[in-house]
Structure formats: structure tokens, C-alpha cells
């Protein structure tokens, strides 16, 4: 069974660009959540989606950032206009009730330069 | 939300037993203690989670005292290969977990 991918696996873009980071969950999974790790920095949750819905977006930084799940299969997350501070990787995974483990992606790494 | 204290980093050798524990005193009666291991261009994996006394899987062991203010988490006979970060997260919210620095585990020939 394939594990949570992400696309693209590295992103290098300059400030004020948009970069659209792309996940697929495990088949079948109804959640899927988003962290990220800014550099020198802890991973920080970002959102959490109940197939198509956002169940806790608490976490996302500022209205730049935008998540969709489109159909409830993958998910992308948008950055617009990226700043310098959004360098980080940015992880993707996915579970499904009634397990509490969540299935980590490989991450995608985001350079805004 | 109960803060969680791991050492930063461990050095062991080839096939002994690691021991890591995690101080969190302030855990809540509802919250949960999940051990996740993360290695270099990965994303965390989970390995263990427990509530309280034991837990045992093919991976690791848990082991959590009465006052549930610490938790251990056991890797008997390490390989290079768990050479990883280590981390602990505590909490009562499966979908919203909270990492913090983790433990740095370097594991030598």
C-alpha cells in the first residue's frame, strides 16, 4: 500500500512568487493534516481536513496560506506571496478513525529566497 | 497543554538497550502520551502510545509510572539504523499533535 506522497519533494522560489505544495493521503483516509518546520524551529501543526472539510485550521500562520481538499482525496496548500519566513519543510499526513496514528508524508522543503 | 522536557540528544552503541524519558508534569487526566521517531529527510513515524503502567509493541516499550508526570521510552538492542530524532507528544487531541524538540538519538558502531 502507498504511504502519504507529497509533490513537489524540494520548491525554490523567490519572495512574492506562489508556490502550490500538492499531497496525497493513504487511500481511503478521511483525515489529513499539515505541519510545517521553519528553520531552527519546532514541526507546527497547521490544519486538519474530515475528508473535503476543514475541521481546525488553527494553526495555518496568516491568510496567505490556503488549503483545499477538493473531493476529500488530496490536498494542496498554497502560499500567496510567499515570504522569506515560509522557508521550512512542510509535512503532510493522513489517519483514519478509529487509529490515532497519523501517517507522516515525506515533506516537501520550500526555499523562498 | 502539557509541556513535554526530553534530553536533546543520546549517544549509544550497537545492541544495547536505550532508555529515553520525558518529563511532562503538567499531563492531564485525558491526555495521552505517543513516542514518534523521525529520521533525516523523513517524516515522523509513529511507534508507541500509551496512558498508563506498560506498553509493549514488536518496536518499542513504554513504560509509565503511576503519577503519569514522566514516560520512558524503551528500544531494546539498537541497530545504526535507529539512529533518529525522538519525540514525545502529549495530549488528549489525536488530530492536532504538538512536537517539541525532540531527542536526538546517535547510535555508533
Known amino acids: 500500500e502507498a504511504g502519504v506522497t507529497q509533490f513537489p519533494s524540494h520548491s525554490v522560489i523567490e519572495k512574492g512568487q506562489t508556490v502550490t505544495l500538492r499531497c496525497d493521503p493513504i487511500s481511503g483516509h478521511d483525515n489529513l493534516y499539515w505541519y510545517r518546520r521553519v528553520m531552527g524551529k519546532e514541526i507546527k501543526f497547521l490544519l486538519h481536513?474530515?475528508?473535503?472539510?476543514?475541521?481546525?485550521e488553527s494553526g495555518m500562520p496568516n491568510n496567505r496560506f490556503l488549503a483545499e481538499r477538493t473531493g476529500g482525496t488530496y490536498s494542496t496548500l498554497k502560499v500567496q506571496p510567499a515570504e522569506l519566513e515560509d522557508s521550512g519543510v512542510y509535512f503532510c499526513?493522513?489517519?483514519?478513525?478509529?487509529?490515532?496514528?497519523?501517517?507522516f508524508g515525506p515533506g516537501t522543503r520550500l526555499t523562498v529566497t | 497543554l502539557a509541556k513535554t522536557t526530553q534530553p536533546i540528544s543520546m549517544d549509544s552503541y550497537e545492541g544495547q538497550e536505550v532508555n529515553i524519558t520525558c518529563s511532562h508534569n503538567n499531563i492531564a487526566t485525558n491526555d495521552y502520551i505517543t513516542w514518534y521517531q523521525q529520521f533525516p529527510s523523513q517524516g515522523p513515524r509513529f511507534i508507541i502510545q500509551?496512558?498508563?503502567t506498560k506498553v509493549t509493541n514488536e518496536v518499542a516499550s513504554l513504560f509509565i509510572p503511576a503519577d503519569r508526570k514522566s514516560s520512558t521510552l524503551s528500544l531494546p538492542r539498537v541497530s545504526l539504523s535507529d539512529t533518529a530524532v525522538y519525540y514525545c507528544?502529549?495530549?488528549?487531541?489525536?488530530?492536532?499533535?504538538?512536537f517539541g524538540s525532540g531527542t536526538k538519538l546517535n547510535v555508533k558502531p
Open positions: 499526513a493522513s489517519s483514519q478513525a478509529p487509529s490515532y496514528e497519523q501517517y
Open positions: 481536513f474530515v475528508k473535503e472539510s476543514k475541521q481546525d
Open positions: 507528544l502529549v495530549g488528549d487531541n489525536f488530530n492536532k499533535f504538538y
Open positions: 500509551g496512558y498508563k
